[in-house]
């Protein structure tokens, strides 16, 4: 059974690129639009990995995170940001929400894969 | 004179309007992305041309006020393209800088898409030559094992060509970030300035206030509202190198 992966994030051409990468390297990948939306998608499946950007409407990455963390099935998952932000106070804001990790935009296909691979234990 | 700076604030946020425009066609039809994006370049270099007119063209008008209606301004000290408010400078130079910055987003996206399909054309074609090659095994030129060598190499090849074009391809979702914040930015402004004269007009009994440290006072107030109202820029890319990453 392939190892699914959520990419959470409000830009459908970004969605479609992890999408795209990351099948392209074996997993099965579950999209979201936002926060709101891949908590609902958290509940539904079996979560390997999440993979979020920060900016975007209703719930931004920051808070899934927080709500994620709080659910006892991904208490540990590992959560990858992905995103445009680079400083590092908002580096800081999400190592204190639970990151596991911080990658920002524009992602290299390969350098994904490589650190999801490293995450995940592969 | 601070409803004229807020209608030309809102002609240029007009002029922008093109946030909207994304890649449709993806990865599966990477050849249409490449078009749009080269007609999006060209796109923002005319919403850059139309900001920047804009701006001259306030500071015109704001001088030509200045001048005819109250001397005590010394406007041998303003530039002919620029304010006479430092601050409001900054802010107009800020939206200048973001719009550069989208530029040259765009143009170094367009430029790497191009090469990487020119490349992965090349190679494709390469591809096909090995495949004709090896059909024609019966009597091999070279040897079968130099054929696949050959054969893997360009199919490694092939791959980083398409992982630099899907690197590339985000340029979409950084320019749409940066023009939704420059849009947010000319509006807060526009709306700050629309604020101050309606106060202005309120205070005296429907009379604008049209003395130039007055006005200079308002629009100092109206940039400092609209850069509470904006948040930080979100990005900060100049090219489209990959960007940076850090395992906690």
């Known amino acids: ?122 | 004179m601070l409803l004229l700076c807020a209608a030309l604030a809102v002609m240029a946020a007009g002029g922008i309007q093109i946030r909207s425009i994304g890649f449709a066609g993806g990865l599966t039809a990477p050849m249409v992305s490449a078009i749009i994006g080269i007609a999006l370049a060209g796109g923002l270099v005319a919403s850059s041309l139309t900001i920047s007119k804009f701006t001259r063209k306030t500071a015109m008008v704001v001088q030509d006020v200045e001048t005819s209606q109250d001397n005590r301004l010394d406007t041998a000290d303003c530039d002919e393209t620029v304010f006479c408010n430092p601050l409001l400078d900054d802010y107009f130079a800020g939206i200048r800088d973001e719009l550069t910055q989208v530029d040259r987003l765009a143009v170094d996206a367009v430029s790497e898409l191009v090469a990487s399909f020119k490349h992965i054309s090349n190679l494709t074609r390469s591809q096909q030559d090995i495949s004709l090659a090896i059909a024609a095994v019966a009597a091999p030129a070279e040897p079968i094992g130099q054929l696949l060598e050959r054969q893997k190499m360009v199919a490694e090849q092939i791959e980083q060509e398409l992982d630099a074009a899907v690197t590339a391809l985000q340029f979409g979702d950084l320019i749409a970030q940066l023009l939704n914040h420059t849009m947010v930015r000319v509006d807060a402004i526009g709306t700050a300035l629309r604020r101050i004269d309606l106060l202005d007009a309120g205070q005296n009994d429907g009379e604008h206030l049209c003395k130039p440290w007055q006005f200079h006072q308002g629009v100092t107030k109206a940039v400092m509202l609209a850069n509470t109202a904006s948040r930080a820029r979100p990005v900060v890319e100049r090219g489209m190198q990959t960007g940076a990453i850090e395992l906690f």
Not at chain 1, 38 to 50: E, P, Q, T, V, Y
Not at chain 1, 89 to 98: D, L, Q, Y
Not at chain 1, 116 to 122: D, N, S
């Open chain 1, 1 to 122: 059974m392939a190892t699914t992966i959520l990419a959470v994030d409000d830009s459908a051409s970004i969605r479609q690129m992890v999408s795209f990468t990351l099948k392209g390297a074996g997993y099965e990948v579950v999209e979201a639009v936002d926060g709101v939306d891949a908590l609902d998608k958290a509940r539904n499946h079996d979560l390997a990995l999440i993979l979020t950007d920060i900016n975007m409407p209703r719930m931004d990455g920051l808070a899934l995170v927080k709500s994620l963390r709080v659910m006892p099935r991904y208490k540990t998952a590992p959560i990858l940001m992905l995103t445009t932000e680079s400083s590092d106070v908002m580096k800081a804001r999400g190592r204190a929400a639970g990151a596991t990790g911080w990658l920002v935009k524009p992602f290299n296909p390969r350098q994904l894969v490589q650190v999801i691979h490293k995450v995940i234990g592969r």
